[in-house]
């Protein structure tokens, strides 16, 4: 389904839909359905084997009109260009929207990383890290962990662009290992402020959280972190997947079980359990239940299946998982779509939490990086709430109005140089 549809058509539908709403400036609109610069490199890499592959990898700044370009970087064989961009575009309103002094900007290397020697994964990264080193920067653009890619990771990319430049500097990347100037809480951060979304939305519509059922797309750090907290809140979690397979059953599964089998790089195809049912992503996708959260990769709602859904609640934990016909759908059916570039937010917050706490060598405690990022998830929640309702509009036309204002009045006021 995903690979039948371009993301960057689909971000560019996205900015029509709301500047049509907001009146936004022709001008305005054709800055912003446009990238401000991406490169494209050839990463050769020699296999344990001794053999060499050449790899593509691609760096993409849409907007640093607000600040540095912040973005991740994903390792995935169905990675291109259009899709890099795409989600260089949703960093960019997601920073602004939290009201973060970023821009957006995203990474990927074409690869399946599971092919792959973590000898040979390190050399993939340090090579791509070589290859983008003047593009990105504490005060340019700040990659961070994505799609097969984690702490580890980033910890090569900062070796690699401190030794470069002579001295070490952790700023340039977030998401790292504590010991090395990480911050604690990055990693669940992104589940964790999907929960303070739900939450939030749960107060609005009189829904008891614990009551609910759960759907989830996806069981790696962010489908799985959401899983984890919402298992021990008490909802029932009634099917989960993976790339390989979803895995269902009606009277919940058991999240902990299921956490440490898949933290060992199992496939849930593996997992040996008789009460549970295996079951195909489209059917997942349709289970009867209170809350469905797509938290894989994107375009996974789309108008074919749109009018099958039997949730309450879409939490986008992935990035585009909804296309903008399917959205038009679910808002006509009264279902409440909380939109990636809030619901996924808490990744992106945390990092910027991590990036000020490098730049001052000063680190905070857990408690109060959670109170901070509680605290701008909700005043953003709160705003879009407000301009939904109020206006009638979906609560994802809300969101990009709050972040393409904002962006509109940047460009503005910098005005077009020359």
């Known amino acids: ?52 592959r050449v790899f593509e990898g691609y760096r993409v700044q849409h907007s640093t009109i607000r600040g540095p370009g912040k973005g991740g970087v994903r390792f995935s064989p169905n990675v291109d260009l259009d899709e890099v961009k795409a989600l260089a ?18 990474g ?27 593009f990105i920067g504490p005060d340019l653009d700040i990659p961070a962990p994505d799609m097969n890619t984690n702490a580890q990771t980033m910890a090569w990319i900062m070796d690699v662009y401190s030794m470069q430049k002579g001295r070490t500097i952790p700023g340039v990347v977030t998401g790292k290992p504590v010991e090395i100037g990480g911050s604690v809480g990055r990693e669940p ?17 009189g829904l008891d959280l614990k009551s609910l059922s759960i759907v989830i797309q996806g069981f790696g750090n962010v489908g799985g972190t959401i899983a ?22 009606k009277d919940g599964l058991n999240i902990k079980k299921l956490r440490e089998w898949a933290s060992k790089g199992n496939y849930l195809k593996d997992y040996k359990e008789e009460k549970y049912e295996f079951i195909t992503n489209d059917h ?80 905070w405690k857990l408690d109060r990086i959670n109170i901070e990022l509680k605290r701008i998830l909700i005043e953003a929640f709160e705003e879009v709430y407000k301009i939904a309702t109020t206006r009638k509009l979906p609560l994802r036309v809300a969101a990009y109005i709050i972040a393409i204002s904002r962006l509109a009045k940047a460009i503005e006021l910098r005005g077009i140089f020359p």
């Open 1 to 52: 389904m995903s690979e039948e549809i371009n993301p960057l058509e689909v971000v560019r539908k996205q900015i029509d839909i709301v500047a049509k709403e907001m009146q936004l400036k022709p001008n305005i609109k054709k800055f912003l359905k446009r990238i401000e610069r991406a490169l494209i490199v050839s990463i050769p890499i020699k296999m344990d084997d001794g053999s060499i």
């Open 89 to 106: 575009m949703w960093m960019t309103f997601k920073t602004s929207l939290l009201n973060l002094p970023l821009g957006g900007a995203k």
């Open 108 to 134: 990927g290397v074409k690869v399946n990383p599971r092919e792959l020697s973590k000898n040979e994964l390190e050399r993939l990264t340090r090579r791509y890290t070589a290859e983008i080193i003047n």
């Open 189 to 205: 951060a992104t589940g964790m402020g999907l929960f303070f979304v739900l939450e939030a939305l749960c107060g609005k519509l």
């Open 228 to 249: 984890e907290i919402l298992y021990e809140k008490g909802c029932k979690i009634i099917a989960v997947s993976d790339i390989s397979t979803g895995i269902y059953s």
């Open 284 to 363: 997942l996708l349709t289970l009867e239940c209170d809350v469905l959260i797509p938290a894989a990769i994107e375009n996974q709602i789309t108008e074919k299946n749109a009018r099958d859904l039997k949730c309450k609640i879409v939490l986008e934990g992935a990035n585009g998982p909804t296309t903008p016909e399917a959205d038009k759908i679910l808002f006509e059916r009264g279902i409440h779509v909380i939109p990636d570039i809030l619901a996924n937010s808490g990744g992106v917050c945390v990092s910027y939490f991590e990036y000020i706490q490098d730049i001052n060598s000063y680190f």
